[in-house]
């Protein structure tokens, strides 16, 4: 298994390239979900988007993309940390054996033209009181790809190619984004016609090499003839950040009357992370000990 993302610079035609392909981090992403294949398929194109644009980005904080669908998936969420650390998941409105396994994307989560698209970007350096920066477009495309591409040409004004794709197994894509010329040559020198050169051939990738060839191979089938600068190779990884401190201040949120008609009605409160699966159990002693100022000491449940 092989988690990889690259880095690649054209100077001469001011774009910049992310290449990524990932198997183990996806498998652990979802490993705790059950999912209908076509549901799965975009969750893992969707995690394959945010990676690479949080790649792109380079800040300290979480990325969060998000799509709000008015069909079978009420929303699919994909959050990358400062590190590549990714987590994702997906919450639907229907029972997951009525979900259609061959549906496209346009009926998982635009059905009915209400489908939306956010990017949210909370800074590490973010002030007390400070919102998060905040994207919203309506869903236009008929891929996650273009959906993609869409919002970077709408909200944030960036010529962006996006190649995706995702199964079971595996997720990976190719992001091209042209970026503003910068100092130390003339501007002479830069290729007006770069970022359709390079399109041309990022459409040439297949679904299959983005699924079973390693991040390094694919940048090479496709560029080696434009000599990119290599600028980082990265490894994403799965990480939920879901904890039992996390738990506790949610049922605080709750209040001491309402976690305890919870208790009394179901004899526990038990809270299973959307992320990872694990299973959080607060029982009677640890509920009365948490408002009485105490803390309950073991972790999670698998």
Request: glycine share 8%; charged share 25%; hydrophobic share 40%.
């Amino acid at each position: 298994m092989t988690d990889k993302l690259v880095k690649l610079h054209f100077k001469q035609k001011s774009c910049r390239a992310v290449v990524l392909h990932m198997d183990r981090a996806w498998q652990e992403m979802i490993q705790n979900q059950n999912l209908p294949s076509s549901v799965r398929s975009m969750l893992g194109e969707l995690s394959a988007a945010a990676v690479m644009l949080a790649a792109s980005l380079k800040f300290d904080g979480s990325l969060v993309l998000q799509i709000q669908g008015d069909g079978p998936v009420r929303l699919a969420i994909v959050e990358v940390r400062t590190g590549l650390l990714a987590r994702a998941t997906v919450q639907l409105r229907v029972p997951v054996e009525a979900v259609d396994a061959k549906a496209d994307f346009k009926s998982l989560v635009n059905k009915n033209g209400n489908g939306r698209c956010a990017l949210i970007l909370d800074m590490a350096s973010r002030a007390p009181g400070e919102q998060p920066y905040q994207g919203v477009v309506p869903l236009t495309g008929e891929t996650v790809a273009e959906t993609i591409e869409s919002y970077m040409t709408q909200s944030e004004q960036v010529r962006t190619e996006l190649q995706l794709a995702a199964d079971n197994i595996a997720c990976g894509g190719v992001l091209l984004q042209h970026v503003a010329a910068t100092g130390g040559y003339d501007q002479g020198e830069i290729d007006p016609e770069g970022f359709e050169h390079l399109s041309a051939f990022v459409r040439t990738v297949k679904h299959e090499e983005l699924l079973s060839l390693q991040a390094e191979e694919i940048a090479r089938r496709l560029f080696w003839e434009d000599n990119p600068v290599v600028l980082e190779e990265l490894e994403p990884k799965f990480s939920c950040r879901c904890s039992q401190k996390g738990i506790e201040a949610m049922v605080k949120n709750l209040g001491e009357k309402e976690a305890l008609e919870i208790v009394a009605e179901q004899g526990r409160i038990e809270v299973k992370c959307e992320f990872c699966g694990k299973t959080y159990v607060l029982d009677p002693i640890d509920v009365k000990a948490l408002f009485a100022g105490g803390s309950k000491s073991s972790d999670a449940v698998n």
